[in-house]
């Protein structure tokens, strides 16, 4: 099973996305959404493939190893293209604490990573999440699926603005009905 070149391909389209839309100054919030809400879902797809093409086959070093190296290039690569993010100010404070989170997550997965490729033993392998550093990354994972839940409630909150676009005296910014879905959890995905 050679997993790598999916990953890198979706991946290295996010990074576009994101660097395309993080070019010209401060975006608009739907904008900043919009490139969020493509990325994650892109990675989470990803990130669900990945578990279904792992549980087709038998466990081994190899392909336990392949699915934490995909999983940790999934990672950073969405970290990396959230960085390049110039969101707008009313979006700045839940993109530092989504910063915060996923790095948080990232570091907490790495570890995880590091321990699958220091083992040769796959009963460790399998029971990873369930020691002291996959319970921590899976608190890292909820914090930032809360952060997520935040930030697509706030967004879902511009609705209460309809009534405000193509009003020329009211700003633009106020005019923004952003509509996303960030398929937080796993039964959005």
């Known amino acids: 099973m050679d997993l790598p070149l999916v990953p890198r391909l979706l991946t290295g389209i996010a990074v576009i996305v994101f660097a395309l839309a993080a070019c010209g100054g401060s975006m608009t919030l739907t904008e900043y959404a919009t490139a969020v809400e493509s990325s994650l879902n892109s990675m989470n797809a990803q990130l669900a493939e990945d578990v279904a093409a792992v549980e087709a086959v038998a466990p081994s070093i190899a392909v336990l190893r392949d699915w934490a190296d995909n999983r940790m290039a999934l990672r950073h690569d969405f970290l990396a293209g959230l960085e390049e993010l110039n969101p707008p100010s009313e979006a700045a404070d839940l993109h530092e604490a989504a910063l915060a989170a996923v790095r948080a997550l990232v570091a907490a997965e790495q570890e995880l990573a590091d321990q699958?490729?220091?083992?040769?033993?796959?009963?460790?392998?399998?029971?990873?999440?369930?020691?002291?550093?996959?319970?921590?990354?899976?608190?890292?994972?909820?914090?930032?699926?809360?952060?997520?839940?935040?930030?697509?409630?706030?967004?879902?909150?511009?609705?209460?603005?309809?009534?405000?676009?193509?009003?020329?005296?009211?700003?633009?910014?106020?005019?923004?009905?952003?509509?996303?879905?960030?398929?937080?959890?796993?039964?959005?995905?």
């Not at 935040?150 to 405000?164: N, V």
């Open 116 to 189: 699958a490729h220091a083992t040769d033993d796959v009963e460790m392998l399998l029971g990873l999440w369930d020691t002291p550093a996959g319970e921590a990354a899976q608190l890292a994972d909820q914090k930032a699926v809360e952060i997520c839940l935040a930030a697509q409630a706030a967004l879902d909150a511009t609705a209460d603005r309809s009534g405000f676009v193509g009003m020329p005296w009211v700003p633009l910014e106020l005019q923004q009905v952003v509509r996303v879905a960030f398929a937080c959890t796993g039964d959005e995905q």
